[in-house]
């Protein structure tokens, strides 16, 4: 199957700091990446849609000043988190899906980067 | 509204029982696929059946059924003979059109499910 990785896997940082989370779809082409974001014991919230090469489609109340998200090429996505305070702390998934001969439009996940802002 | 509703947030099963995990879901999209995703504490999400709007069958993935009635907008989860590995947290979510992979998911709120030996 079609395998996501991410990195780093954790990440502790100071208030104030900025943060990257890497996204890379190891043994595919990903023509869309998502971002989402999910406190301890809830669902998961979608940030942010993705496509190579285009600017990322944010999600309502999601900062995108705040939450810099670049799909430079289709095997990559990054998300930066700027100026990190403490209710940044979260566990960030990432999932990428592309279009091609699988017939349920399948989202890939990552196995999430857990962000913990001091 | 809600498009994805998950009424149960916790579930018990003895081993190697059956479980349901409900689901009900709100779209006008005539067009739309619904999945399962196991989550284990680790915090990986682990696709388990997906069930297409258009799909005449129930899907079947081993031990997992997804028990689809399109009229009542639900796609109940049904795990056979649980196993222990089996608890996790499940989510149930929706994916609204067919545009080749673009469109995105919406999740339900979620079911811990935990099986007692």
């Known amino acids: 199957g079609a395998v996501v990785s991410q990195h780093p896997s954790r990440v502790i940082c100071k208030s104030g700091t900025s943060v990257k989370i890497e996204c890379r779809s190891l043994d595919f082409q990903a023509t869309t990446m998502f971002w989402y974001r999910q406190f301890p014991k809830q669902s998961l919230m979608l940030m942010a849609t993705?496509?190579?090469?285009?600017?990322?489609?944010?999600e309502q109340g999601v900062e995108k000043d705040k939450f810099l998200i670049n799909h430079a090429s289709l095997t990559l996505s990054t998300l930066t988190v700027t100026s990190a305070h403490p209710e940044d702390s979260s566990f960030y998934i990432c999932?990428?899906?592309?279009?091609?001969?699988?017939?349920?439009?399948?989202?890939?996940f990552g196995p999430g980067t857990r962000l913990t802002v001091l | 509204a809600q498009k994805i509703t998950q009424t149960q947030p916790g579930m018990f099963v003895q081993e190697k029982e059956a479980v349901t995990l409900d689901c009900t879901y709100d779209t006008s999209d005539p067009s739309y696929g619904l999945f399962w995703y196991k989550q284990p504490s680790s915090g990986e999400m682990i696709f388990l059946i997906y069930?297409?709007?258009?799909?005449?069958q129930n899907a079947t993935e081993g031990r997992y059924s997804l028990n689809f009635q399109k009229a009542r907008k639900s796609a109940n989860l049904v795990i056979s003979a649980s196993q222990l590995g089996d608890s996790a947290m499940y989510f149930c979510?929706?994916?609204?059109?067919?545009?080749?992979?673009?469109?995105?998911?919406?999740f339900g709120k979620g079911t811990k499910l935990t099986v007692n030996p």
């Open positions: 993705s496509n190579e090469g285009s600017k990322a489609t944010y």
């Open positions: 069930q297409g709007s258009y799909d005449q």
């Open positions: 979510a929706m994916r609204e059109g067919d545009q080749g992979g673009s469109e995105k998911l919406v």
């Open positions: 999932s990428a899906s592309y279009s091609g001969d699988h017939s349920y439009n399948e989202q890939f």
